[in-house]
């Protein structure tokens, strides 16, 4: 198995009501966060999220930070009250400080975690839609900065063993991530955090990254992040939580994001990963190739050479199809094929001409758009209606998305149907504890008291007490795993006797 | 201005790819024409906010991770 692993995205949209900028984004995403929990029959003050296991503040490197040395942006349990519900496709939808978020349950495979991430986009504009009931309206964006300096996440989480050393990852991992961009990045008016300087640049969050490795995530953000909070046997597994990436709408873009990565990881883990692609100013470089469209900047690598992004990236995808050639020859997984078939043909077009890739990358099809607007209008970068493109680029609403009207129009490549997108709203994938944890919150919604990525807390009835049930291994509670012992189970009380009799070998822990 | 479009030499029969009916970025229907292109910004025309100026400027949001 190489690309595949437990992963998954999180995403903080944007959200605003237009014509008036100072409405409250807290009290905004509250009310889309609760009109959507309400439309599917879940109370959003019922099922509680479970803070227990919580630990931001725990560092990769190996020490907790103190609670009152951290901003308060690093603490996540600061208002208990708002909106956080679990959905019974297993994602957690809820209210991050300043913005609704989407947390997609945890898949195995690259392709999944495109449809789960869709699915959230789908939330997203129902949630929109039902708001849309009582003006004055409220509009998401799936996007990564405002162009006036603040800029928000969308989060990629990988399950690695814990025996990998970290600065492994660190060293193996972090060129990877500045030249992954020319694939992945969404395009953006403006260049600097705030936009100073007019242009156009490949990804909307490089501007923000200001160091190499660090445990922050809402200022001085660090290309590779240390938060350890794995949500699962500590001492088996790491999460390990990437937090450079764009929002990505185009389906072969986002499938590269995950499936490069995994791939990546997968040679990291197995100490395959060279150690000679060092680059010499990571952070610099971050910046200078996501300000160069044309990709020809050459960058400069520790051991003195000087070669472009798309070379570095080669090189990369090289080591790895050989990798993958050399240790599993013809017999690799569907996923992994599908992965090394689209980094080939994204390379191969972007090698021959940038803009070909239109069909596959978000940056090209956005550049490719205000080009065309540039010809025909006359625009310069600092046209106001250059901006407006990029911001309703990503609007969620199917009919007013610039992105969302491409794909109706057939305009950009596909990889996951509509009608697969549907059933992952409401569906979790059968393979991980998602499955365990959705199926639970629709088949005993009034029993299930709170829930998170490692519990859930039932309320059996009656007087007994509350009961916790730890789910510390995201590969047990699947369909097949424990399937037919929740077809059995009527009520929760009746599951947990079941999960705990000798022959449930509770496939959940 | 994007002009032709790349060739596929790598394409395989059988390879897990676009969805069925999505166009072969290879095909000649890819070739970007005029009518094509004023198809696509008239149809963005149509959905864009209409005062650019100000959606831009009341666009602000409070940063997150």
């Given at each position: 198995?190489?690309?595949?692993?437990?992963?998954?995205?999180?995403?903080?949209?944007?959200?605003?009501?237009?014509?008036?900028?100072v409405?409250?984004?807290?009290?905004?995403?509250?009310?889309?966060?609760?009109?959507?929990?309400?439309s599917?029959?879940?109370?959003?003050?019922?099922v509680?999220?479970?803070?227990?296991?919580?630990?931001?503040?725990?560092?990769?490197?190996?020490?907790?930070?103190?609670?009152?040395?951290?901003?308060?942006?690093?603490?996540?349990d600061?208002?208990?009250?708002?909106?956080?519900?679990?959905?019974?496709?297993?994602?957690?939808?809820?209210?991050?400080?300043?913005?609704?978020e989407?947390?997609?349950?945890?898949?195995?495979?690259?392709?999944?975690?495109?449809?789960?991430?869709?699915?959230?986009?789908?939330?997203?504009?129902?949630?929109?839609?039902?708001?849309?009931?009582?003006?004055?309206?409220?509009?998401?964006?799936?996007?990564?900065t405002?162009?006036?300096?603040?800029?928000?996440?969308?989060?990629?989480?990988?399950?690695?063993?814990?025996?990998?050393?970290?600065?492994?990852?660190?060293?193996?991992?972090?060129?990877?991530?500045?030249?992954?961009?020319?694939?992945?990045?969404?395009?953006?008016?403006?260049?600097?955090?705030?936009?100073?300087q007019?242009?156009?640049?490949?990804?909307?969050?490089?501007?923000?990254?200001?160091?190499?490795?660090?445990?922050?995530?809402?200022?001085?953000?660090p290309?590779?992040?240390?938060r350890?909070?794995?949500?699962?046997?500590?001492?088996?597994?790491?999460?390990?939580?990437?937090?450079?990436?764009?929002?990505?709408?185009?389906?072969?873009?986002?499938?590269?994001?995950?499936?490069?990565?995994?791939?990546?990881?997968?040679?990291?883990?197995?100490?395959?990963?060279?150690?000679?692609?060092?680059?010499?100013?990571?952070?610099?470089?971050?910046?200078?190739?996501?300000?160069?469209?044309?990709?020809?900047?050459?960058?400069?690598?520790?051991?003195?050479?000087?070669?472009?992004?798309?070379?570095?990236?080669?090189?990369?995808?090289?080591?790895?199809?050989?990798?993958?050639?050399?240790?599993?020859?013809?017999?690799?997984?569907?996923?992994?094929?599908q992965?090394?078939?689209?980094?080939?043909?994204?390379?191969?077009?972007?090698?021959?001409?940038?803009?070909?890739?239109?069909?596959?990358?978000?940056?090209?099809?956005?550049?490719?758009?205000?080009?065309?607007?540039?010809?025909?209008?006359?625009?310069?970068?600092?046209?106001?209606?250059?901006?407006?493109?990029?911001?309703?680029?990503?609007?969620?609403?199917?009919?007013?998305?610039?992105?969302?009207?491409?794909?109706?129009?057939?305009?950009?490549?596909?990889?996951?149907?509509?009608?697969?997108?549907?059933?992952?709203?409401?569906?979790?994938?059968?393979?991980?504890?998602?499955?365990?944890?959705?199926?639970?919150?629709?088949?005993?919604?009034?029993?299930?008291?709170?829930?998170?990525?490692?519990?859930?807390?039932?309320?059996?009835?009656?007087?007994?007490?509350?009961?916790?049930?730890p789910?510390?291994?995201?590969?047990?509670?699947?369909?097949?795993?424990?399937?037919?012992?929740?077809?059995?189970?009527?009520?929760?009380?009746?599951?947990?006797?079941?999960?705990a009799?000798?022959e449930?070998?509770?496939?959940?822990? | 201005m994007?002009?032709?479009?790349?060739?596929?030499?790598?394409?395989?029969?059988?390879?897990?790819d676009?969805?069925?009916?999505?166009?072969?970025?290879?095909?000649?229907?890819?070739?970007?024409?005029?009518?094509?292109?004023?198809?696509?910004?008239?149809?963005?025309?149509?959905?864009?906010?209409?005062?650019?100026?100000?959606?831009?400027?009341?666009f602000?949001?409070?940063?997150?991770?």
């Open positions: 198995m190489t690309v595949r692993r437990v992963m998954g995205i999180e995403t903080e949209y944007g959200i605003a009501m237009p014509g008036n900028p409405a409250n984004p807290m009290v905004m995403s509250g009310q889309v966060v609760t009109a959507y929990a309400q599917q029959g879940i109370r959003p003050s019922r509680l999220w479970d803070y227990t296991d919580e630990a931001p503040l725990r560092d990769a490197r190996g020490f907790e930070m103190p609670r009152d040395a951290a901003d308060a942006s690093q603490l996540t600061e208002d208990p009250t708002m909106a956080n519900v679990v959905l019974t496709n297993g994602a957690r939808y809820y209210v991050d400080h300043a913005h609704p989407y947390s997609s349950p945890e898949v195995t495979s690259p392709l999944a975690a495109v449809r789960y991430d869709r699915a959230g986009d789908a939330i997203a504009a129902a949630s929109v839609a039902l708001t849309a009931q009582w003006p004055p309206a409220l509009a998401m964006y799936k996007n990564n405002d162009g006036k300096g603040a800029t928000y996440g969308s989060h990629e989480n990988y399950l690695l063993r814990r025996s990998t050393p970290f600065s492994r990852v660190v060293t193996g991992l972090t060129p990877f991530l500045v030249v992954r961009q020319v694939m992945c990045g969404a395009g953006r008016v403006g260049i600097g955090a705030a936009s100073a007019p242009g156009f640049q490949i990804a909307q969050r490089s501007d923000f990254f200001e160091t190499e490795v660090g445990l922050e995530t809402t200022l001085k953000r290309i590779i992040n240390t350890d909070e794995p949500h699962a046997v500590a001492d088996r597994y790491r999460r390990l939580h990437v937090i450079i990436g764009d929002a990505n709408h185009a389906d072969v873009a986002n499938l590269l994001k995950l499936g490069t990565t995994s791939l990546v990881l997968h040679l990291i883990e197995a100490g395959a990963m060279p150690d000679t692609l060092g680059v010499r100013n990571p952070v610099g470089t971050l910046h200078e190739i996501s300000h160069d469209p044309t990709l020809r900047t050459r960058l400069e690598m520790t051991d003195g050479r000087r070669m472009t992004a798309l070379e570095l990236l080669r090189e990369i995808q090289q080591t790895c199809v050989e990798f993958v050639q050399t240790r599993y020859g013809g017999d690799v997984d569907s996923d992994t094929a992965v090394l078939h689209w980094w080939e043909r994204v390379l191969d077009s972007l090698e021959t001409d940038p803009m070909s890739a239109h069909r596959y990358l978000d940056w090209v099809a956005k550049l490719r758009v205000l080009e065309q607007y540039r010809d025909r209008d006359a625009l310069q970068w600092d046209s106001p209606r250059l901006g407006a493109i990029d911001l309703q680029w990503s609007d969620v609403r199917p009919d007013k998305g610039i992105f969302a009207r491409l794909r109706a129009a057939g305009r950009v490549t596909e990889l996951v149907r509509a009608d697969e997108v549907e059933q992952a709203v409401s569906e979790p994938p059968s393979d991980t504890r998602a499955w365990f944890r959705g199926e639970c919150i629709r088949r005993y919604r009034d029993q299930v008291v709170a829930a998170s990525w490692d519990s859930l807390i039932f309320d059996v009835g009656g007087t007994a007490p509350l009961r916790r049930l789910m510390l291994e995201p590969t047990r509670g699947t369909r097949d795993g424990v399937g037919q012992i929740l077809d059995a189970s009527p009520d929760a009380l009746t599951l947990l006797e079941r999960l009799a000798p449930g070998d509770t496939g959940i822990q | 994007a002009g032709q479009e790349q060739t596929r030499p790598h394409r395989r029969d059988g390879e897990p676009d969805l069925p009916d999505a166009p072969d970025p290879g095909a000649a229907t890819a070739q970007v024409g005029d009518t094509e292109v004023d198809d696509v910004l008239a149809e963005i025309d149509g959905v864009l906010e209409t005062n650019s100026e100000e959606f831009v400027r009341s602000v949001q409070k940063g997150g991770q």
